[in-house]
């Protein structure tokens, strides 16, 4: 079984801040994990994805995630927001094998203020 | 390259009509599926398929069908439509290399209201 779980539903920071989005997961497997982020009204894109080769990780538009397996998390950050990051961000666990259905989190709304 | 594509992009249905969404992808990718997307509940799987021919049942599967007759393009059926179902559907596509973690692409979605 996996689950996660996205510690706040919504996050509000100024543009230029530090941007923290929490995500705590549960999984009896050795897990994948991502971030994908929705803009209003349009698919989901993939930020970044772990998949055990690095603990820390470079996704697109300078956000990074950090692995940490002792405290079961997978927190997405960023140095300095941007208006454009204004977006839905869902946390996803996969398995690393076998069946690799997704289990998604139930998303963080980000708003930048100017 | 038009990656995945869902047609329609927004639907309303009266409770027990029936409806097909359709879902397209031009990568030859061998996995697809369905999520429905509900406020505060992130997506959850229905169905999904590993492969032309073949599919199976995810996290949702009740009142709904799928197909995939063609190894591009994976159907689902609502046969009679309940409001429970009004939502905004995601199709996804993958490929899986062996030794490495998958990535799903995902459609922008099919905003349905049933009545």
């Known amino acids: 079984a996996q689950s996660v779980t996205q510690l706040d539903s919504h996050v509000s920071v100024s543009e230029g801040t530090p941007v923290l989005l929490r995500c705590n997961y549960s999984?009896?497997?050795?897990?994948?994990l991502f971030w994908y982020v929705q803009h209003p009204n349009k698919g989901l894109q993939l930020l970044l994805k772990?998949?055990?080769?690095?603990?820390l990780v470079k996704g697109i538009n300078g956000f990074e995630a950090e692995f940490k397996k002792s405290e079961t998390s997978f927190h997405l950050t960023k140095p300095s927001a941007h208006m454009s990051d204004a977006a839905e961000y869902f946390c996803?666990?996969?398995?690393?094998?076998?069946?690799?259905?997704?289990?998604f989190g139930s998303g963080t709304r980000l708003q930048v203020q100017p | 390259n038009a990656g995945v594509t869902q047609t329609p992009k927004f639907r309303v249905l009266k409770t027990g009509q029936s409806m097909t969404l359709l879902c397209a992808q031009d990568?030859?990718?061998?996995?697809m599926y369905w999520y429905r997307q509900d406020p505060g509940m992130g997506l959850r799987l229905i169905h999904y398929?590993?492969?032309?021919?073949?599919?199976a049942k995810g996290e949702v599967p009740d009142g709904y069908n799928v197909s995939r007759l063609k190894k591009q393009n994976f159907l689902l059926g609502l046969e009679s439509a309940a409001p429970s179902q009004t939502s905004v559907y995601f199709c996804?596509?993958?490929?899986?290399?062996?030794?490495?973690?998958?990535?799903?692409?995902f459609g922008p979605g099919t905003r349905l209201l049933v009545l």
């Open positions: 996804a596509s993958s490929y899986l290399l062996a030794g490495s973690q998958e990535t799903q692409y």
């Open positions: 999984s009896s497997y050795s897990p994948s």
């Open positions: 772990y998949t055990s080769a690095a603990t």
């Open positions: 996803v666990v996969s398995r690393s094998t076998g069946r690799r259905a997704l289990t």
């Open positions: 990568m030859n990718h061998e996995y």
């Open positions: 398929s590993v492969g032309e021919g073949t599919t």
